[in-house]
């Protein structure tokens, strides 16, 4: 079984196809506890905390190039 190359790679800025805020990716690939591709991405908070969590690829979009005020 041939596994599907992952549709965004380690420095993409995505955000969430449901909202919030651009984030960075840092590691795409497939995990061993659920199919598909995911990604690891970090972001900072309203606060400017680092944050950072596992998505599956297909909850996530490209952000659009312009910054945020």
């Not at 965004?8 to 199919?35: N, Y």
Request: charged fraction near 20%.
């Amino acid at each position: 079984m041939r596994r599907a190359q992952p549709a965004f790679r380690a420095g993409d800025v995505l955000k969430l196809k449901s909202g919030g805020r651009p984030m960075t990716v840092i590691w795409s690939g497939p995990v061993l506890f659920a199919p598909g591709n995911w990604l690891i991405c970090q972001w900072f908070s309203e606060a400017g905390e680092l944050q950072q969590e596992m998505f599956p690829e297909e909850t996530l979009e490209r952000a659009s190039h312009a910054l945020a005020a």
